[in-house]
């Protein structure tokens, strides 16, 4: 099983950014898929995650809401996260992680990680 994050770089504020995480050895439709991010000295946080219920149902972190949108294209066992309105506080490493499982959590329940990507927000 395999988790390709991919889609980050430097950014100034403001800008947008969409990450793309591109699974490899499972089938995405059946499970929960959650973006983190770590930030320099700080402990990993859940950014935002959505379930592989019919609906899609999405979870963000209050820190993200109305500026990140996370979407699923199961055709292409692949999930992404739109940021847009980019801060210098988004700067981290964004790791995608899964979890078969019909609903998503912010909270740190994955067993499959991605490799993450680098996002700086720096003007």
């Known amino acids: 099983v395999q988790l390709q994050a991919s889609g980050g770089g430097l950014v100034q504020p403001g800008g947008s950014l969409r990450l793309s995480c591109a699974a490899a050895g499972l089938t995405l439709d059946y499970y929960a898929i959650a973006w983190f991010r770590q930030a320099p000295g700080k402990e990993r946080e859940g950014v935002s995650c959505?379930?592989?219920?019919?609906?899609?149902?999405?979870v963000y972190a209050d820190s993200v809401k109305g500026r990140f949108t996370i979407s699923r294209d199961n055709a292409k066992n692949t999930v992404y996260l739109q940021m847009n309105t980019l801060k210098h506080e988004d700067t981290g490493v964004y790791y995608c992680?899964?979890?078969?499982?019909?609903?998503?959590?912010?909270?740190?329940?994955?067993?499959?990680w991605g490799q993450g990507t680098q996002v700086t927000v720096s003007s």
């Open positions: 959505i379930s592989s219920d019919s609906d899609g149902t999405t």
């Open positions: 992680a899964a979890v078969k499982s019909y609903y998503c959590t912010l909270l740190d329940a994955y067993n499959y």
